[in-house]
């Protein structure tokens, strides 16, 4: 063949098929369970007895299993709300589910991979992968964005043909169906509407969650049916009288023993342990502090305030404006299970002054996110009125103080993937709880620390300035 047509090697005839039947393949099984899995076995050398031909795009045994370990490592420093732990994929592979895989494609995968190929071009290869993948998990997406998916899907596989396939005959197993599959999933969007619309992961979940309804091994079927018709006969009952938290077959937000909420906060919940003493000086200067920041009341007046205060601290606030609100432990309250995933380390937000360091200029305040580890919960509540605090009766406050990561500058190749790195800690934050936004998660590489931080730019809050 004198000239290599990537088009037109590829098996077509799912192009003959009337759409959306050319549409298939569900994402979860192609991304995940195909193509994910084959880029593996390429750079183990386990891919069909293939070995890299001209291209040098295997990793060692050696970097291969350091990629493993860390990855079984990290699920210590990555809270359990992030999904579940991913085993060793070098030693356990078999047993890495396609939610696994998705976790480690989207955030293990571009920090642990990075450096450790011998080309970039490689990883900057899979880098395009996960942007576009991002683009497709997206929960609304534009017409725009669709055709970005398009082009920049074409070009990926382009690309991958002439990494790995070559345009050799005999590399053709390299280039299975589902790599002419991509090629259809903005079609598919176009069609469908986005991926988490029609993907298998709901159904499969729904089917794990009957499973406890299978009572009989004779009957299963009829134990099944039984299960499901309570179920949602439970839910209309819920439903129509307004019953949810009284029918509730699990604990839910507002029912959790010694819980703590106010209305002036009613985003968060504070959740026991409650430390029995009050906090030690230095505590309460820092306190005082944030609060003379807060109100504009000198220190003087702050401190005379909080001797009439109650100041409390919790070990644990969870965000309870939204169903899939994170809980965010406190570090330094509480006894920590030897097999706890850490969850102290969170994203929040403050206005800071950009002419902070020019007397004669205005303020000029941006929003802007910081990451740190959540080292106390106070609530300082204020029995009465204090006009030096500007308070016209009484007042509750609650603080979060984060010792913050002092981030490094963002590396050009994860542009956009909301990957930040961090080797060392700096100043204590105390802030007010409704700035603290959600847990993240953390990588190690060598004396090096990713933070991976699933909500998005897209679930960020956006500061429009002062209301008159």
């Known amino acids: 063949m004198n000239r290599y047509d990537p088009f037109r090697i590829f098996p077509t005839y799912l192009d003959s098929l009337s759409f959306p039947r050319s549409f298939g393949y569900d994402f979860m099984h192609l991304i995940w369970e195909n193509l994910i899995k084959n880029l593996v076995l390429l750079w183990t050398g386990e891919f069909k007895g293939l070995d890299d031909g001209r291209e040098e795009y295997q990793l060692s045994k050696a970097i291969w299993e350091a990629i493993a ?22 030693k356990d592979r078999p047993n890495v589910s396609a939610e696994m895989w998705s976790f480690w494609t989207l955030y293990l995968g571009p920090v642990l991979l990075r450096r ?4 970039l071009k490689f990883y900057r290869h899979f880098i395009q992968l996960v ?25 990926w596989v382009k690309t991958y043909e002439s990494l790995y396939f ?15 599959a991509l090629l259809h999933i903005a079609d598919g969007i176009r069609f469908c509407g986005p991926v988490w619309c029609y993907w298998a992961f709901p159904m499969e979940r729904y089917c794990g969650s009957i499973q406890p309804g299978i009572r009989s ?7 099944i049916d039984r299960y499901v018709l309570e179920i949602a006969q439970l839910t209309q009952i819920k439903a129509r009288y307004n019953v949810v938290e009284e029918l509730a077959l699990r ?19 504070l959740l026991p342990p409650k430390s029995p003493q009050r906090p030690d000086p230095n505590q309460s200067r820092t306190i005082a502090a944030a ?39 406190s570090c330094s309250l509480g006894i920590v299970a030897e097999d706890a995933r850490d969850a102290t380390y969170v994203r929040y937000e403050m206005l800071v002054d950009q002419n902070t360091r020019y007397r004669n200029r205005p303020e000029n305040f941006k929003l802007e996110t910081f990451y740190g580890q959540l080292t106390h919960i106070y609530r300082v509540h204020l029995p009465d009125a204090c006009p030096s605090l500007h308070t016209e009766g009484p007042t509750t406050y609650i603080l979060a103080a984060i010792r913050s990561c002092t981030l490094k500058p963002d590396d050009k190749e994860l542009a956009g993937l909301d990957i930040h790195f961090y080797s060392s800690h700096g100043s204590l934050d105390v802030v007010d709880i409704t700035t603290v936004q959600s847990l993240v998660g953390r990588v190690k590489r060598t004396d090096t620390w990713a933070i991976i931080d699933r909500s998005g730019a897209l679930a960020r809050a956006e500061w429009l300035g002062e209301v008159n």
């Open 69 to 90: 370990a860390e990855t079984a490592a990290a699920s210590d420093t990555i809270p359990s709300a992030y999904g579940s732990r991913i085993p060793n994929i070098a």
């Open 116 to 119: 450790r190929f011998k080309h």
């Open 131 to 155: 942007r576009l993948l991002n683009l497709c998990l997206q929960f609304e997406i534009t017409a725009d964005e669709i055709e970005t998916i398009r082009t920049g899907f074409i070009s």
């Open 166 to 180: 070559q345009n050799d005959i005999n590399r053709m197993s390299v280039c299975p169906l589902t790599i002419h």
């Open 217 to 223: 091994r004779r009957f299963p079927w009829a134990s």
């Open 251 to 269: 604990v839910t937000h507002g029912n959790i023993p010694g819980s703590f909420s106010d209305p002036s906060y009613p985003s968060c919940m």
């Open 291 to 329: 609060l003379s920041t807060r109100t504009g009341a000198t220190m003087a007046e702050v401190t005379a305030a909080l001797r009439r205060a109650s100041i409390e601290e919790w070990g644990k606030v969870r965000r309870i404006d939204s169903d899939a609100g994170d809980t965010m432990r």
